[in-house]
């Protein structure tokens, strides 16, 4: 069982003067339980290639499939129901009325009851209260309350597959933490794919690690090859690792060090502090 | 100079509840001011009545003098005041780049071939000169959120109100927006509002107001909030991995200063 | 679904149909639009129908492009040749008889004749939005009409709301799009079941897409607000038009036209 993706391709606007190259070839696939992380520089098709994985774009080119069948001209969309796609902007994943309602939408759909059940507990797991926000309309919230409104419309599916554009951009300490949880809890059952500008917030939970750059994959491995390969990928312009990372990178090109960089920011200080010369 | 006295501010419709109590504060031209705080807590509403985009309920907002709840004069208000909001689609009016970050200035009455050049002077600063001609709605997000970012750089305002402004962005972008909205408030002289949640932008502002529930919780320096666990946590701020990095270094002994977020920083601190 | 293919009508690039002068293209569309209406003979159909191509080739706009109001009005266009070909009584020279209906030869030509001017009138009037951007034309319409200020009328802020309804057509689309990306993301289908399974399946795209419509309109009344429009006095722009040579030669041009198209022909 796995969503797969195969040597996909995709340009926007085909036919017309300002056709986009924004996929070339991309492979890549995620198995329930397992957490991949996407990175990449703005434009470079993060946000392209997870809607393809969640079946709102068609590539150009190459397979998509769903624990092994593809969309086809089957009766039954392989998609419905087993991938989750939190978009990268809240505001155009909502449409009902209320915030209570938009969640409770994808779970009715799916023949789950009437999903209030479901939306009540995914709110409760974004930290909004059900009793404050499920009769606010959600084109009124603040940025994070967005935000966490429109990852619970996609949790209370409970997907196979779970797909998150930058689920933490706009969100404080307490929301960076329930989107922790809320992918450790996934993980038991569903497979995740993360894309982010935030390596360090979700490098941890990892097993492999794709970075996009202009469309093609950089990189695509375990994250402890990702940190060898750390010093290719910035010069390259492909990923910008996180400032402790940097730190113990550009450590190592002094000659301080000649340990690969670690993620864990305790044991970096050990290593740093250890090498020679430290005032 | 914008200032808030005692502002206080309910959405309509909102059951009495208000977002913002009694809310006093000031930002000096050259000044950079952040603005931080939870989810909810009021920093896009407070970013709102700067602009006088919203009118305060009680209290009042001038800027430069003029209150934004003078109806004739609150244009002089967005004249002074360029905005940045949280989501960049409720900010782009135009069809083609070029001619969106254009509108603001535009509607200034900048002559055409100062407009050109502060067309292209503000997309180069953003990184998106290659992208001049594309459509704004058919771009990535980060693009999008750079394309609103050039649009307030061109009105050359004397203030700026930015919301959240690398949100979207790239590790690389974020640094260079975080230098570029140095630059504007240290060498231009502008007065600069900055709403944010990462300790690495904060740490670089003059001065930080946390808000709690609509209320402020600190007006003061960013080292004195950095080095505040309990003040960080009610402000929903995490420290960032090099901060917790560099006080593992300070525990075992090293000279770090307080405040270092950046790894050139830091390797400087520790190999002097 | 959709294939993420861009809703703006214009393209931008450059191309010397780009960069006449908006009130330049604007006088030339009417006099092209007049001449279509004056043509009463396939010559003068002629004329018009190489000039559109000219002009087409000219604006390096992708064919299909400029085809794409076609296919909105193609119902229209079988309904003409229909209405026009199909008689009921015996026709002088009937082609073809089926019951008491007969398909007569002068009727199909001058059916054709509606047709063909149909999809020149669209594909000629596209050939102005592709190549003009929605501001643009606003200050193309501002210009024509400016004499119109004499008489204190707004043009200006006409010319404004005419760009923000073209900005909206667009958008109308977007939102309806959005919405049905946004369900289907939760599992809802558009695609499945009978006639009547998909009407139904479309009533919750409706209901928000009529909300948010207004609510969007007045997000972009806010964006505007904040970026201190207010009326378009005073107001300038990144392109500057102005009537150079080729513009009143390209005019000169449409002008010939139409009267050889409206009187010779
Ligand atoms: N609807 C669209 N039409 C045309 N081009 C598009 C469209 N959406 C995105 N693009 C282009 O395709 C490329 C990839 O976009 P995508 O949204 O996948 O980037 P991304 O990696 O998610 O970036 P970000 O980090 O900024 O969100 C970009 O160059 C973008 O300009
Ligand atoms: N239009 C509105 N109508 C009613 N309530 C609103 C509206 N906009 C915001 N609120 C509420 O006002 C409070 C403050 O919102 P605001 O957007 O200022 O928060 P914020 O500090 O910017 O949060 P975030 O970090 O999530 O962007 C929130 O509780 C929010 O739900
Ligand atoms: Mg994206
Ligand atoms: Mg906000």
């Known amino acids: 069982m796995a969503l797969t993706l195969t040597d996909v391709a995709f340009d926007y606007a085909v036919g017309t003067s300002l056709a986009q190259p924004a996929l070339r070839g991309v492979t890549f696939s995620v198995a329930p339980g397992e957490c991949v992380v996407v990175l990449g520089p703005s434009g470079s098709g993060k946000t392209t290639l997870l809607r393809i994985a969640g079946g709102l774009l068609i590539p150009s080119r190459g397979d998509v499939t769903v624990d092994g069948m593809s969309r086809g001209a089957r009766r039954v969309d392989p998609f419905r129901g087993a991938v989750g796609l ?159 990372v940097r730190a113990q990178l550009l450590a190592r090109r002094l000659g301080r060090t000649t340990s690969p960089p670690v993620l864990d920011p305790g044991e970096a200080a050990r290593i740093l502090f250890a090498s020679g010369g430290v005032t | 100079m914008i200032r808030f006295e005692s502002v206080g501010f309910a959405y309509p419709g909102s059951g009495g509840r208000s977002a913002l109590t009694r809310v006093t504060l000031t930002v000096e031209p050259g000044e950079l001011v952040a603005v931080a705080g939870a989810n909810g807590s009021g920093k896009s509403t407070l970013a709102r009545l700067a602009d006088g985009l919203l009118r305060p309920t009680s209290g009042s907002v001038t800027v430069d003098g003029v209150d934004t709840a003078d109806d004739e004069r609150v244009w002089d208000v967005r004249s002074l005041v360029g905005m940045v909001f949280q989501d960049p689609d409720d900010q782009i009016v135009g069809t083609i780049v070029e001619e969106d970050v254009a509108f603001g200035p535009g509607n200034l009455g900048v002559a055409p071939a100062e407009l050109r050049e502060r067309v292209d002077a503000s997309l180069a600063a953003v990184g998106l000169s290659a992208l001049s001609r594309r459509e704004p709605h058919l771009l990535s997000e980060g693009q999008k959120q750079r394309v609103a970012i050039a649009g307030a750089l061109a009105m050359r305002p004397a203030y700026l109100v930015l919301d959240e402004p690398t949100s979207m962005l790239d590790p690389g972008g974020r640094r260079s927006v975080l230098d570029l909205i140095d630059g504007l408030a240290h060498r231009e002289g502008h007065g600069v509002l900055h709403v944010s949640h990462d300790a690495t932008g904060i740490a670089r502002a003059d001065r930080v107001i946390v808000l709690e529930s609509g209320c402020v919780a600190y007006d003061g320096t960013p080292a004195g909030l950095l080095s505040d666990q309990a003040m960080l946590a009610r402000a929903g701020i995490a420290l960032p991995e090099i901060g917790v990095l560099a006080d593992a270094l300070r525990a075992l002994g090293a000279r770090v200063p307080e405040g270092t977020m950046d790894a050139e920083s830091l390797v400087g601190a520790l190999w002097p | 679904m959709r294939r993420g293919v861009g809703l703006g009508n214009y393209i931008a690039v450059d191309s010397p149909v780009h960069a006449l002068d908006p009130a330049a293209k604007l006088g030339i569309v009417s006099a092209f639009t007049v001449g279509l209406f004056t043509a009463g003979t396939f010559p003068g159909l002629t004329l018009l129908a190489v000039t559109v191509i000219v002009g087409t080739l000219a604006a390096s706009v992708p064919i299909s492009a400029a085809l794409r109001g076609v296919r909105t009005v193609s119902l229209i266009l079988v309904l003409t040749i229909l209405a026009n070909a199909l008689r009921w009584e015996p026709a002088t020279v009937a082609l073809v008889r089926v019951g008491p209906l007969a398909v007569d030869g002068e009727g199909l030509a001058s059916g054709v004749f509606f047709a063909v001017r149909i999809v020149l009138l669209v594909v000629g009037t596209s050939l102005l939005t592709l190549t003009t951007s929605p501001v643009e034309l606003a200050g193309g319409i501002e210009r024509v009409f400016a004499p119109l200020r004499w008489l204190r009328v707004p043009v200006g802020d006409l010319a404004m709301t005419l760009t923000i309804a073209l900005r909206f057509i667009p958008t109308t689309v977007e939102e309806a799009d959005r919405i049905m990306t946004a369900q289907t993301a939760r599992g809802a289908r558009f695609d499945r079941g009978g006639p009547i399974a998909r009407a139904r399946a479309y009533a919750p795209v409706l209901v928000p897409l009529f909300f948010n419509l207004f609510r969007r309109a007045d997000e972009l009344a806010t964006a505007m607000e904040a970026r201190c429009y207010r009326g378009s006095d005073g107001r300038t722009q990144l392109r500057e038009s102005r009537m150079r040579p080729a513009d009143w030669a390209s005019l000169l041009v449409a002008g010939i036209l139409l009267i050889a198209t409206g009187v010779a022909l």
């Open chain 1, 86 to 244: 939190a978009f990268q902007r809240p505001e155009a994943q909502f449409f009902a009325a209320t915030v209570g309602e938009d969640v409770a939408f994808g779970p009715r759909n799916l023949g789950n009851g009437d999903g209030a059940a479901a939306a009540e507990s995914a709110l409760e797991l974004v930290g909004l209260s059900p009793g404050d926000f499920a009769e606010r309309s959600p084109f009124t919230l603040s940025g994070g309350e967005a935000r966490r409104a429109a990852l619970a419309g996609i949790l209370a599916m409970s997907p196979r597959y779970l797909l998150l554009d930058e689920p933490t951009s706009g969100l404080d300490a307490a929301g960076h933490r329930a989107v922790s949880e809320a992918i450790a809890r996934a993980r038991a059952t569903a497979g995740v794919v993360v894309v982010t500008h935030d390596a360090a917030e979700f490098l941890d939970h990892a097993d492999r690690v794709l970075v996009l750059q202009e469309g093609a994959a950089a990189f695509s491995g375990s994250v402890r090859d990702l940190l060898a390969d750390a010093d290719r990928l910035e010069a390259g312009g492909a990923w910008v690792p996180p400032e402790h």
